[in-house]
């Protein structure tokens, strides 16, 4: 079965940098990459996805990079806010087939 | 508007127990997962169903159980409940893009 490992596991920026989380993959077959950010309290939702057919894709300040041939694929988050502070999850699967099993997360802090 | 909630969000019991947390969808998902969140373990697959009379196991079933006896109501029972299984437990369903939409969550504490 699919085996997901993030790192790391807390990450500290100022507000302004950037932010950069790396997630890597063990089943081949994956092809379904989303992030779920999760605030204090809060339940995980969906913020970014991508499919094993692009290698990369842009929201506005996230971006998700893909690399099948290393499987493995990063959250970038440009422009750093307070508000961005949360737990982020990658998770991997086979495209609406299969059950997503979520990377261990990711702290991020941005500080004023 | 269509969503998922589970019952109850708080819940302390003693060892031994039977205990079962509730999930409701109402955007008529077929495919719907138990997660349960701990620190340092982050999310992890408990059981999930297809559809109706479909359960499967997933990472961490082991003293779980789940039941679908139709497409809204996905609940699981702990048969005997364990200091281990204090946890927050969360229901998903997943839409048609691939999305998976999470309840809020249920606080189990096992004494």
């Known amino acids: 079965g699919e085996n997901v490992e993030q790192h790391p596991s807390t990450l500290s920026v100022q507000e302004g940098d950037s932010a950069v989380i790396k997630c890597t993959y063990s089943d081949s077959a994956s092809n379904y990459f989303p992030w779920y950010k999760q605030e204090l309290g809060k339940r995980p939702q969906l913020i970014i996805d991508?499919?094993?057919?692009?290698g990369e894709k842009k929201d506005q300040r996230i971006a998700v990079t893909l690399n099948k041939t290393a499987k493995h694929f990063s959250l970038h988050i440009t422009e750093t806010q307070p508000e961005d502070s949360a737990v982020y999850f990658c998770?991997?699967?086979?495209?609406?087939?299969?059950?997503?099993?979520f990377g261990t997360g990711t702290r991020l802090q941005v500080f004023p | 508007d269509a969503e998922i909630t589970q019952s109850p969000r708080h819940k302390i019991t003693e060892t031994g127990r039977q205990v079962t947390l509730a999930c409701h969808q109402t955007w008529n998902h077929n495919n719907m997962f138990w997660y349960r969140q701990d620190l340092g373990h982050g999310l992890r697959l408990i059981h999930y169903?297809?559809?109706?009379?479909?359960?499967n196991k997933g990472e961490v079933s082991d003293g779980y159980s789940v039941s679908r006896s139709n497409t809204e109501d996905l609940p699981l029972t702990l048969e005997s409940a364990a200091s281990s299984q204090t946890s927050v437990y969360f229901c998903?369903?997943?839409?048609?893009?691939?999305?998976?939409?999470f309840g809020e969550g249920s606080r189990l504490t096992v004494l």
């Open positions: 169903s297809y559809g109706v009379h479909d359960t």
């Open positions: 998770a991997g699967a086979l495209y609406n087939t299969d059950k997503l099993i």
């Open positions: 998903a369903s997943r839409g048609a893009t691939g999305e998976l939409f």
């Open positions: 991508i499919r094993s057919n692009v």
